[in-house]
């Protein structure tokens, strides 16, 4: 169970990104978004959470038959710093709107409101750690934060395969790549039918993965860093690995 309180995580999250994109220049492009500014970084944040608070204002039972959201764009680049902090007062009056804990569709396994509070919170993370790649800053993420941020990466993924279908083809003769940091450590199974989290034992693993913090690993599993970078240990089927991380990218 996270410890994490994704409300105000995603308050705190939010903030930081403003923080780096007021005075940014925001036409600087985003290597870990290939094509994207980060004007375009900014706004696709602000719009997530505008849809995510359609999503929880009307605690949805199944699946919407439409993404049209009004977005309330600002007229000029330079607004969108403003426009992103704007965009969380929408959210968080979405969220306080009702009881998390109100049953709730959602593409993931936590089919409660909640799933999409933690899930804006790591949509707004992993692009705040975009948004200082992309100037050359530091990229700080607490740790507890990070380990809940790869855990909900890792337990959401099976269900990913609607937006992201390459996932589909995880699939593979019962072989295990266990991830690792020095807080925790997860072992996904891939079997003929699909993949999935199992309770991790002390047993071997096909491959491993161990990063130095549970930042660098959160940021790996999202494809922002490379396994062969310094910060990584990495041992066993190099073809398994290839296929993960070829497949698992959403």
């Known amino acids: 169970m996270s ?7 995603v308050a705190a999250e939010t903030a930081r990104f403003v923080t780096v994109a007021t005075g940014a220049d925001l ?20 719009s997530v959470q505008r849809w995510f608070a359609v999503l929880l204002r009307g605690r949805i039972q199944q699946p919407p038959t439409s993404r049209d ?8 680049t330079a607004g969108y710093p403003q426009w992103l902090a704007d965009s969380l007062v929408e ?9 998390l804990d109100e049953p709730m569709w959602a593409w993931g396994v936590d089919q409660h409101a909640r799933f999409w509070v933690r899930r804006m919170l790591f949509e707004t993370v992993v692009h705040r750690a ?3 790649l992309a100037l050359g800053l530091p ?12 855990d909900e990466f890792l337990v959401n993924l099976p269900n990913a395969f609607m937006f992201a279908p390459r996932t589909a083809e995880l699939r593979a003769a019962h072989r295990a790549v266990r991830f690792s940091c020095p807080e925790s450590r997860w072992l996904v199974r891939l079997r003929p039918d699909g993949f999935g989290l199992e309770p991790d034992t002390d047993g071997p693993a096909d491959a491993t993965v161990h990063a130095a913090t549970a930042a660098d690993l959160l940021l790996l599993l999202y494809g922002r860093h490379d396994r062969t970078a310094d910060a990584f240990e990495v041992s066993g089927d190099q073809d398994l690995l290839d296929h993960w991380f070829t497949h698992s990218q959403f």
């Open 3 to 9: 410890t994490v309180d994704h409300r105000s995580a």
């Open 27 to 46: 036409s600087t492009p985003v290597p870990t978004c290939p094509g994207w500014t980060l004007t375009d970084l900014v706004r696709h944040a602000g």
């Open 69 to 76: 959201v009004e977005l309330k764009l600002p007229e000029e």
């Open 91 to 99: 959210a968080t009056g979405a969220i306080d709107a009702g009881d």
């Open 130 to 132: 975009d948004a200082e």
């Open 139 to 150: 990229v700080e993420i607490e740790p507890a934060l990070a380990v809940d941020g790869v």
